[in-house]
Each structure stands twice: as C-alpha cells, then as structure tokens.
C-alpha cells in the first residue's frame, strides 16, 4: 500500500518569506502526487498534481512542487508567502484506486 | 454550483445512535469516497466506490456501511455510534484512474457523546 510522510507538523514563516513544505512518498509504480490545502472550518482545494511529464508543477495561488524520484520527494514551494496562505496542508498519493493523505502541515505566517 | 454536496453540516449524536451522512456529486464521476479527519491524523479512507454497483472498504471501516445508491449518491451509515466515531468526515469524488484529483464536498462535523 502507498504511505505519505509530512516531517513537519507545524512551521512558522514571516509573510515574504519563502516557504518549503516537504513530502516524501512511498509507492511501487510511477505515483500520481497531489497537494491540498485546507483553510480552518473548510473542505479541501487542490493545489497542484504530478502525474508525468516535467518534473516541477505550477499550481494555484502562486505555488509549485518538484517531483524528485530518486528522493521520492514531492515538496511544496511558495517564493513569497502571504498572510492568507495560513492553513494546514496536505499531500497526497493516488494509487490502488484510492488517495492517500499524510497528516498535513499546518502553516503560521507571522507579521 | 457544481461539485460535492454532503448534508448534514453538523451532527449531535447520542451513543448507541444510528445515522445516515448523505452525500452527491453532480460531475459525472465514476468513483466516490469517504473520509474521516481527526486532528494530528490527516484524512484516512473509510470506504469507497470505484463505480456505480461497486463499493470497498478503506483503511477505517469499522463500525460503517456505505451505499452507492446511483451515479451520483454515495452515503455513510453509522448503524450504532460511538464517541471514538467523533470526527469531521468527507465525501469526494473522482473521474476513474484519480490524476485528475479528487473533488471534495465541504464536511460534517459529528460529535457522539
């Protein structure tokens, strides 16, 4: 079965920094990757996918993600942050017919 | 507006009770899911149906059933509740193969006490 691992639990950005969330995967086949995030109180929305091709993704608001096979490593990425970018974010793998989550981020933006 | 619609919102439930989360998706999607999130513990698969007529348990199904009643119904049953089924549950759905990703309604909250 595939697994997601979220090292960080929560992480702490001043707004204009930049931000790295990690994601490694385990999966047998080439993996479809996804990123969500999830503001308090609301549903998922989805970031960005990775299913071939090039290997960084652009995705809304203003994020991307690098698929790094030999890592197995999926990281989020933001040049800038901004104070609406605080919530709790997930990644996720699809396989087997099912999506399956890590337990999320959650990021603080600081003034 | 298209997408996932789940009802109820929120739910009180007494220990012992029965209820039915309903669930409907107006995308034309293949395969529907359900989900439970508890804080600390991200979003763990209780059932899903890969295609109409089909359904298959996920990581937690215990003390759940699930009915895929067409196309576009999906719902969760808790035949006897219990506090440990306390949690926020969501409905998504998907086009079959998933690289699309998975479209999610907005969630019941459910608290059994």
């Known amino acids: 079965a595939q697994s997601v691992t979220q090292p960080d639990i929560h992480i702490t950005v001043s707004e204009g920094a930049s931000l790295e969330l990690r994601c490694n995967y385990s999966?047998?086949?080439?993996?479809?990757l996804f990123w969500y995030v999830q503001s308090p109180g609301q549903g998922l929305q989805l970031l960005l996918k990775?299913?071939?091709?090039?290997?960084l993704v652009q995705g809304i608001k203003g994020f991307e993600a690098e698929f790094k096979r030999s890592q197995s490593s999926f990281n989020l990425r933001k040049p800038s942050v901004h104070w609406s970018d605080a919530a709790e974010y997930f990644c996720?793998?699809?396989?087997?017919?099912?999506?399956?989550f890590g337990k999320g981020t959650m990021l603080l933006v600081s003034p | 507006n298209a997408g996932v619609t789940q009802t109820p919102k929120f739910q009180v439930l007494k220990t012992g009770q029965s209820m039915t989360l309903q669930c409907a998706q107006d995308m034309n999607h293949n395969s529907m899911y359900w989900y439970r999130q508890d804080p600390g513990m991200g979003l763990r698969l209780i059932y899903y149906s890969a295609s109409e007529g089909t359904t298959d348990k996920g990581e937690v199904p215990n003390g759940y059933n699930v009915s895929r009643l067409n196309k576009r119904e999906f719902s969760l049953r808790l035949e006897s509740a219990a506090p440990s089924q306390t949690s926020v549950y969501f409905c998504a759905s998907s086009e079959a193969g998933g690289e699309d990703g998975y479209t999610f309604g907005s969630g019941t909250r459910l608290t059994v006490v």
């Open positions: 999966y047998g086949a080439t993996p479809y």
């Open positions: 996720a793998v699809e396989g087997y017919s099912t999506l399956t």
């Open positions: 990775y299913f071939s091709g090039d290997t």
